[in-house]
C-alpha cells in the first residue's frame, strides 16, 4: 500500500527555519515525482516545490525561490521541504504528494495541478508568527 506521512511542522517565528519530512512506504521515490502543496485558510491548495524523485531535479514557486529547498535521501525513501528565512504568509497545512513518472520524464514542475497526483500525505500544520 502506497503511503506518504509528513511531520516536522510547528511554529516558528518569522525569520527562522524548519524542515518537513515525506517519508514514503509501498514505492520508490526512484519512479515517482513529489509535490509539495500548501494550502492556508480561506485560500486554494498551491504548489511549493517538486522534485523528481529519481534524478533529483527539482523546480519552486516564485513566493519560495531562495528560501526552500527539496532535497531527498533515496535510501530512506524520503523526501523534505526544507524552509528558511519563514515569513508569516507561510502559515498553511503543508502536505506531499506523489505521481508516477514516466521513463522518458526527466523534471517536475510545480505549475503541475493537484488532481494530477495520486497519493497524498495527511499533512502538517507550519504556522509562523512572533
Known amino acids: 500500500q502506497l503511503q506518504l506521512v509528513e511531520s516536522g511542522g510547528g511554529l516558528v517565528q518569522p525569520g527562522g527555519s524548519l524542515r518537513l519530512s515525506c517519508a514514503a512506504s509501498?514505492?520508490?521515490?526512484?519512479?515517482?515525482?513529489i509535490g509539495w502543496f500548501r494550502q492556508a485558510p480561506g485560500k486554494e491548495r498551491e504548489g511549493v516545490s517538486c522534485i523528481h524523485g529519481g534524478i533529483g531535479s527539482t523546480d519552486d514557486a516564485d513566493s519560495v525561490k531562495g528560501r526552500f529547498t527539496t532535497p531527498r535521501d533515496n535510501a530512506q525513501n524520503t523526501v523534505y521541504l526544507q524552509m528558511n528565512s519563514l515569513k508569516p504568509e507561510d502559515t498553511a497545512v503543508y502536505f506531499c504528494a506523489a505521481r508516477s513518472t514516466a521513463p522518458s520524464a526527466k523534471s517536475c514542475s510545480v505549475a503541475a495541478p493537484s488532481r494530477v497526483y495520486d497519493y497524498w500525505g495527511q499533512g502538517t500544520q507550519v504556522t509562523v508568527s512572533s
Open positions: 509501498g514505492f520508490t521515490l526512484d519512479d515517482y515525482r
